[in-house]
């Protein structure tokens, strides 16, 4: 059984999980600073963060979070 828990199918999937988690985190954090600055977050925004599985992009919408006036601002570049 031991060896089953060392196998590199076993480690990938542990990897994606732990990858998975981190997006999870992401996403989370990105709509709580909208929540905790009591900017209305709209269902078309929500189901975009949540839809995003690119840790890098989730990053850069929570630093644009710290700053919006309005959560629609995440999306815009520059």
Same mark, same amino acid.
């Given at each position: =059984?031991?060896?089953?828990?060392?196998?590199?199918? &076993?480690?990938? /999937?542990?990897? *994606?999980g732990r990858l998975e988690g981190r997006v999870e985190v992401g996403?989370? =954090? /990105? $709509?709580?600073?909208?929540?905790w600055r009591g900017i209305p977050v709209p269902a078309a925004v929500?189901?975009? /963060?949540? &839809?995003?599985?690119?840790?890098?992009?989730? %990053? @850069?919408?929570?630093?644009? @979070? /710290?700053? @919006? %006036?309005? @959560?629609?601002? $995440?999306? $815009? *570049?520059?």
């Amino acid at each position: =059984m031991q060896y089953f828990f060392r196998h590199p199918l &076993a480690e990938q /999937v542990r990897e *994606e999980g732990r990858l998975e988690g981190r997006v999870e985190v992401g996403i989370e =954090m /990105v $709509l709580s600073i909208l929540e905790w600055r009591g900017i209305p977050v709209p269902a078309a925004v929500r189901k975009r /963060v949540r &839809a995003c599985p690119d840790r890098d992009q989730l %990053t @850069a919408w929570a630093q644009r @979070a /710290v700053h @919006a %006036t309005d @959560a629609a601002e $995440l999306f $815009l *570049e520059g």
